[in-house]
């Protein structure tokens, strides 16, 4: 039970260490595939002296096997595909409409366990979802667009929020092999390899930034990343990936405050309605069932 509740309070820092990401996108001055990239590749650059330096994650490494490294091969480029596809559908629809939409991925996740493991999903599990996702609905409503156009990015967002559960839900099978530094250094590297294709297909620049936006460059890898993506692998032993993923949910309410603190954007009442019904929504999810304390 100590383990469980500490897993739950490390999965709420790591949320909120996530919810800087829009911050630093917004602070850095560069094409968002372009931020994705410098994400990945410094977050993984990070890991790797602490891979080198560990004897057990370098034994890991040695031992690979065939189905493991297709495994990391699998997450890193879902990860990639997952960023390619959300930063498509920016082009279509609103930010609002796409974020709300990528929301949707512990829905995917709670099918994956229902109908690939096979597990059973706790009675609070899917009420809590549907609620926390109306509160994500809340706060970007007054954004949403519907429109020919902006179907194709909505479509583009759904699919990415499926991508993003999957990689979750693999990374959650490979976590039950594989430690989470060469587990996480390595899907970084792939990803970040297929990020720089995309971005010299599309021609966008990797230089010539001002200071400001390779600062942002390193706090979205630093902090967000090691600090959030890496931790969601580091729990992924003991949590679900429907957990974790759930836990996500919670990036918007720590966006908005954040926003508000460091960027002096307003909060409408709309936002902390918002706000309010999704951590209701996760704290129903969370709920413990009754006799399992």
């Given at each position: 039970?100590i383990?469980?509740?500490?897993?739950?309070v490390?999965?709420?820092?790591?949320?909120?260490?996530?919810?800087?990401?829009a911050?630093?996108?917004?602070?850095?001055?560069?094409?968002?595939?372009?931020?994705?990239?410098?994400r990945?590749?410094?977050?993984?650059?990070?890991?790797?002296p602490?891979?080198?330096?560990?004897?057990?994650?370098?034994?890991?490494?040695?031992?690979?096997?065939?189905?493991?490294?297709?495994?990391?091969?699998?997450?890193?480029?879902?990860?990639?595909?997952?960023?390619?596809?959300?930063?498509?559908?920016?082009?279509?629809?609103?930010?609002?409409?796409?974020?709300?939409i990528?929301?949707?991925?512990?829905?995917?996740?709670?099918?994956?366990?229902?109908?690939v493991?096979?597990?059973r999903?706790?009675?609070t599990?899917?009420p809590?979802?549907?609620?926390?996702l109306?509160g994500?609905?809340?706060?970007?409503?007054?954004?949403?667009?519907?429109s020919?156009?902006?179907?194709?990015?909505?479509?583009?967002?759904?699919?990415?929020a499926?991508?993003?559960?999957?990689?979750?839900?693999?990374?959650?099978?490979?976590?039950?092999e594989?430690?989470a530094?060469?587990?996480?250094a390595a899907?970084?590297?792939v990803?970040?390899?297929?990020?720089?294709?995309?971005?010299?297909?599309?021609?966008?620049?990797?230089?010539?930034?001002d200071?400001?936006t390779?600062?942002?460059?390193?706090?979205?890898?630093?902090?967000?990343?090691?600090?959030?993506?890496?931790?969601?692998?580091?729990?992924?032993?003991?949590?679900?990936?429907?957990?974790v993923?759930?836990?996500?949910l919670?990036?918007?309410?720590?966006?908005?405050?954040?926003?508000?603190?460091?960027l002096?954007?307003?909060?409408?009442l709309?936002q902390?309605i918002?706000i309010?019904?999704?951590?209701?929504?996760?704290?129903?999810?969370?709920?413990?069932?009754?006799?399992?304390?």
């Amino acid at each position: 039970m100590i383990s469980g509740i500490k897993s739950y309070v490390i999965l709420f820092l790591g949320v909120l260490a996530l919810s800087t990401s829009a911050i630093f996108v917004r602070l850095a001055d560069a094409p968002s595939a372009v931020i994705a990239f410098y994400r990945l590749l410094l977050a993984a650059l990070v890991l790797l002296p602490f891979l080198f330096a560990n004897r057990e994650a370098r034994q890991e490494l040695r031992g690979i096997t065939r189905r493991q490294a297709g495994q990391i091969g699998a997450a890193g480029f879902l990860l990639a595909l997952h960023y390619v596809l959300w930063f498509e559908s920016l082009r279509f629809t609103s930010t609002a409409s796409s974020t709300v939409i990528v929301c949707l991925q512990p829905l995917f996740s709670l099918a994956l366990e229902r109908f690939v493991q096979k597990k059973r999903i706790r009675r609070t599990a899917v009420p809590g979802c549907l609620i926390a996702l109306l509160g994500c609905v809340l706060i970007g409503v007054g954004d949403l667009q519907i429109s020919g156009l902006s179907l194709w990015g909505d479509v583009l967002a759904f699919i990415a929020a499926g991508v993003i559960a999957l990689y979750y839900f693999v990374g959650e099978s490979v976590r039950k092999e594989m430690s989470a530094l060469p587990y996480s250094a390595a899907a970084y590297l792939v990803s970040a390899g297929i990020l720089l294709v995309y971005i010299l297909l599309l021609g966008q620049p990797l230089g010539g930034f001002d200071s400001r936006t390779w600062l942002s460059f390193a706090g979205i890898a630093l902090v967000a990343t090691i600090g959030g993506q890496f931790i969601f692998n580091l729990l992924l032993k003991k949590l679900p990936a429907s957990a974790v993923t759930m836990g996500i949910l919670g990036e918007p309410v720590g966006t908005c405050l954040l926003a508000w603190l460091l960027l002096g954007e307003g909060l409408r009442l709309q936002q902390l309605i918002g706000i309010g019904v999704i951590m209701a929504g996760m704290v129903i999810f969370f709920l413990p069932e009754k006799g399992k304390v």
